[in-house]
Nanobody, 126 residues
Framework: QMQVVESGGGSMQPGGSLRLSCVAS????????IGWFRQAPGKEREGVTC????????YYADSVKGRATISRDNAKNTVYLNMNSLLPEDTAVYYC???????????????????WGQGTQVTVSS
């Protein structure tokens, strides 16, 4: 069964940092593009970042640009999302998703992703 599972969420303080992990089972993450999305209370799910499997090119939403980094550890079949300088508005459920698409512009759309995790809650509050 192909699935992805997120972990690493929790309660963080403003200005702090987080590292979320997305582990794949049933398939090789290296051969798939990966996106991170988030959904804040009362808001629609939005894209945070994505990485293409073809050349490793990345996209970051303006809201996290300069604060977030997406990376892969192929040996661990894991993709990470690192974020620093956390803000209260970063509070959301964070999801990772896998896609066979390699075109970065298409990866910004949730419709490009076939496999989604259950999400991990991140709460940024003092």
């Amino acid at each position: 069964q192909m699935q992805v599972v997120e972990s690493g969420g929790g309660s963080m303080q403003p200005g702090g940092s987080l590292r979320l992990s997305c582990v794949a089972s049933g398939f090789t993450l290296e051969h798939n593009s990966i996106g991170w999305f988030r959904q804040a209370p009362g808001k629609e799910r939005e894209g945070v970042t994505c990485i293409s499997s073809s050349d490793g090119s990345t996209y970051y939403a303006d809201s996290v640009k300069g604060r977030a980094t997406i990376s892969r550890d192929n040996a661990k079949n894991t993709v990470y999302l690192n974020m620093n300088s956390l803000l209260p508005e970063d509070t959301a459920v964070y999801y990772c998703a896998a896609s066979s698409t390699v075109i970065l512009s298409a990866l910004r759309s949730q419709q490009s992703y076939a496999y989604w995790g259950q999400g991990t809650q991140v709460t940024v509050s003092s």
